[in-house]
């Protein structure tokens, strides 16, 4: 009888730690709006609409962005250090390219996933959100079960730490949403998901 008691004492015990660990596990994304300067902002909407228009087009990858400004803009000191002061963390410049993505009426969005560790250490994946006429949202999973639903406005930044929180983007029904998609790291020690991930830009 006292060793049946102890047994679920101890169950117990070892059920309550393991939600305190749960509990102070902390979401790995973020969001903030008015990211940037209004004048790196309306560049950053000039450039992209300059390459051309495909907001009647179904949703592709497209070449990467290999403007010097944009790099420079998403890469300087003062951006990186704005992200390290969200994320709690150190980051440096992926060599990754910046990808110009456009989802326009029709497109199914992006199923519920976690993101592919593309290095050593796991990087975190932006999503700049340059326009967005659609009634497309961003969700994603906290580590309590909850399910977030975020409207991405013009100007704002969505953080992603890969291999940690679920999260998806719903179709757009309506209008249409561009974006640009970029990578900050721990490390430069890339694995082979990198190499193919690489692959789709012929690279």
């Known amino acids: 009888m006292f060793l049946n008691k102890l047994f679920i004492l101890l169950i117990i015990l070892l059920i309550i730690i393991l939600s305190y660990i749960f509990l102070q596990?902390?979401?790995?994304?973020?969001?903030?709006?008015?990211?940037?300067?209004?004048?790196?902002?309306?560049?950053?909407?000039?450039?992209?609409?300059?390459?051309?228009?495909?907001?009647?087009?179904?949703?592709?990858?497209?070449?990467?962005?290999?403007?010097?400004?944009?790099?420079?803009?998403?890469?300087?000191?003062?951006?990186?250090?704005?992200?390290?002061?969200?994320?709690?963390?150190?980051?440096?410049?992926?060599?990754?390219?910046?990808?110009?993505?456009?989802?326009?009426?029709?497109?199914?969005?992006?199923?519920?996933?976690?993101?592919t560790l593309l290095y050593d250490e796991p990087q975190y994946e932006m999503v700049y959100t340059i326009e967005n006429e659609s009634d497309s949202y961003t969700n994603y999973f906290t580590y309590t079960g909850r399910n977030k639903k975020i409207y991405t406005k013009?100007?704002?930044?969505?953080?992603?730490?890969?291999?940690?929180?679920?999260?998806?983007?719903?179709?757009?029904?309506?209008g249409y949403r561009s974006i640009l998609k970029l990578i900050y790291t721990q490390t430069d020690k890339y694995n082979n998901n990198y190499l193919n991930e690489l692959k789709r830009f012929n690279y």
């Open 25 to 115: 596990k902390r979401d790995e994304v973020y969001y903030i709006e008015d990211f940037l300067s209004k004048e790196d902002y309306d560049y950053i909407k000039n450039h992209v609409q300059n390459i051309n228009d495909m907001k009647n087009e179904i949703f592709r990858y497209i070449k990467p962005i290999n403007d010097i400004n944009i790099q420079r803009i998403f890469y300087s000191e003062n951006i990186i250090k704005k992200i390290e002061s969200i994320i709690d963390n150190k980051i440096m410049k992926s060599n990754f390219p910046i990808e110009y993505r456009i989802y326009p009426k029709g497109s199914e969005g992006m199923k519920c996933h976690k993101d």
């Open 154 to 174: 013009p100007n704002s930044l969505i953080i992603v730490k890969a291999q940690e929180n679920m999260h998806c983007v719903s179709p757009v029904n309506e």
